[in-house]
């Protein structure tokens, strides 16, 4: 994982070890499909706790198409410092989760524990999205399925939001894939009529870019347990449509067939990248993207985080995550 790994917790390398080991050799075929149910088996998932708040904050599914196993998870912090039991101006956050676009689902434990956090500690009523996975759905499908809970959500905020959310602070964020995902859901939003919701911010969590050339801290840290060389570019194979490659616009969205952006009213951005993440150099260019085309950019750059780390609250990086991504939405909501 790093030089440094041995100052991890053990449960960080412990967890890592494992994921590297049984990914590889039980869950990716030689033929490129996945063991579906066995991954599933590995998958804990979690249940909605829509009348009993954990640690302060209550969820509940929300189904917009079975066929599609489209549905989605909102997580409402339980009001404070109120007397009315309401709170005014909570922030929505429309979250997208990660892991390559071809496994994990919105209750997966790890990022229902992450969304947890981010709507006690932000706080914010967080709208965790589930979308179809590749390879057996390849892109755009994940795109359709995020852009259509958005905008059922546009329609339908009434029946599902609590009093006390604001649709006109609305941030769209991600990790890895679901950093993404959040991107392109701001070019998708650039481009439509929403009625109650208004994007104020992206927040990009180490968002999995890439294209055809091999990138330094590609290169330098191949072999990381999370997101080694070889199994994003099979992610890539898996998920992009056939006879596409890693320059395709989803991937590489600022590269040789990417479309000009300058044009479109996109919100500010936060960029988080982690000094021991492969893909840094694919973020960074992200970044520099965005700012080469005039939008409002912030990049925060965790020198001892590997891939993943959000999900790890253990680590020292997690409460300076909490922390810029307050900062971030606070700065957007106040202009």
């Known amino acids: 994982m790093s030089q440094n790994s041995a100052d991890l917790p053990w449960k960080v390398r412990l967890f890592a070890s494992l994921f590297s080991s049984t990914f590889k050799l039980m869950i990716r075929r030689t033929d490129g499909s996945i063991n579906r149910r066995l991954l599933n088996f590995l998958d804990y998932k979690t249940s909605p706790s829509p009348n ?11 189904t917009i198409d079975e066929a599609r196993n489209l549905w989605f998870r909102v997580y409402t912090p339980v ?11 909570v922030p929505v956050i429309f979250y997208f989760h990660g892991s390559g676009f071809i496994c994990m689902a919105a209750n997966s434990k790890l990022f229902d524990g992450f969304c947890y956090r981010l709507a006690r500690l932000l706080p914010a009523v967080i709208i965790s999205v589930n979308y179809r996975l590749a390879p057996e759905h390849r892109c755009p499908c994940q795109y359709e399925d995020g852009f259509d809970a958005i905008r059922f959500i546009d329609k339908s905020y009434l029946e599902i939001l609590p009093s006390h959310a ?10 890895s894939a679901g950093g993404n995902l959040a991107h392109h859901m701001a070019l998708k939003a650039s481009k439509s009529e929403l009625s109650s919701i208004r994007l104020t911010g992206v ?23 999370f997101v080694p060389m070889d199994t994003t570019d099979w992610m890539w194979r898996s998920f992009l449509p056939e006879g596409s490659n890693r320059d395709h616009p989803v991937s590489n969205v600022f590269g040789p067939n990417s479309a000009d952006i300058s044009e479109l ?31 409002e ?25 909490i922390d810029h991504v307050k900062e971030f939405m606070q700065g957007q909501m106040s202009t």
């Open 52 to 62: 009993k708040p954990i640690d302060g904050v209550i969820t509940t599914d929300f």
């Open 79 to 89: 009001p404070r410092n109120s007397t009315s039991g309401s709170e005014v101006n």
């Open 166 to 175: 604001n649709l006109k602070h609305s941030f769209v964020a991600g990790d």
């Open 203 to 225: 927040i990009a969590i180490q968002p999995f870019f890439g294209g055809e050339e091999r990138t330094g801290s590609e290169i330098k840290l191949s072999r990381d347990p």
């Open 265 to 295: 009213k996109l919100p500010a951005v936060l960029v988080i990248i982690g000094g021991l993440d492969p893909l840094q150099d694919w973020q960074k260019r992200y970044y520099e993207g965005l700012k080469k085309s005039g939008k």
């Open 297 to 321: 950019v912030y990049l925060v750059d965790y020198v001892n985080a590997f891939h993943s780390f959000y999900l790890f609250p253990c680590l020292p990086e997690f409460p300076l995550l």
